[in-house]
């Protein structure tokens, strides 16, 4: 998510939430055997961690706009119960 317009269009349809974690575990993730997505860039990159902390530092701006979700060391049932209760507290606010 590195594009204002982007941002700008999801903003009117929804709720936007990030899904952070600590470079070190998103490096360990994408390298892991479970892991079914396919990244071009992450593949090809010689120092992985170079290419999070370079692809983390373009994405900070828009990330820091809206509420973050931390996921290191927490189960995904947990992380989504925290997202539901957020969503929810933002609907009450309306």
């Known amino acids: 998510m590195t594009s204002q317009s982007n941002i700008d269009v999801m903003s009117q349809t929804g709720h936007i939430i990030c899904l952070v974690a600590n470079l070190d575990e998103i490096v360990i993730r994408l ?3 479970s892991t079914d997505t396919y990244r071009p860039r992450f593949e090809a990159a010689k120092n992985k961690i170079e ?3 370079k692809l983390q530092e373009q994405s900070r701006p828009f990330y820091n706009q ?6 290191g060391g927490v189960k995904p ?3 989504a119960d925290d997202i539901v209760r957020s969503v929810l507290s933002m609907q009450t606010e309306i």
């Open 77 to 79: 049932e947990e992380v």
């Open 31 to 33: 390298l892991s055997s």
């Open 66 to 71: 809206f509420h973050q979700f931390s996921t």
């Open 51 to 53: 290419l999070m902390i």
